[in-house]
Nanobody, 122 residues
Framework: QVQLVESGGGLVQAGGSLRLSCAAS??????MGWFRQAPGKEREFVAA????????YYEDSVRGRFTISRDNVKNTVYLQMNSLKPEDTAVYYC?????????????????WGQGTQVTVSS
């Protein structure tokens, strides 16, 4: 049974940093990613990475501030978030895709974590 378990969310002041982790179990995945959903908004893409880490994509508003990485031995993907802004406040979800090499669309992902809350105060 596949499970994705996120951790690392919390409350931080603007300009601060957080590191999210997502531990996968049950199988390994080529494509993994992070999405976020703010209150009243659609779930949106944040970052994606392929198995080797060669292919990485970011949503424009986080590029240069967020870094996605993975440890395939631990079957874990990370999202390092620096220079956080109040508009980054959202529930962050880890996602994994079975068939894709790398994926940026929500519909390409097959498995989702339960989400972890990130709140950035001004």
């Amino acid at each position: 049974q596949v499970q994705l378990v996120e951790s690392g969310g919390g409350l931080v002041q603007a300009g601060g940093s957080l590191r999210l982790s997502c531990a996968a179990s049950g199988r390994t995945f080529n494509a993994m990613g992070w999405f976020r959903q703010a209150p009243g908004k659609e779930r949106e893409f944040v970052a994606a990475i392929n198995w080797t880490g060669v292919r990485i994509y970011y949503e424009d508003s986080v590029r240069g501030r967020f870094t996605i990485s993975r440890d395939n031995v631990k079957n874990t993907v990370y999202l390092q978030m620096n220079s956080l802004k109040p508009e980054d406040t959202a529930v962050y979800y880890c996602a994994a895709a079975q068939g894709a090499y790398v994926a940026t669309r929500r519909g390409d992902y097959d498995y989702w974590g339960q989400g972890t809350q990130v709140t950035v105060s001004s």
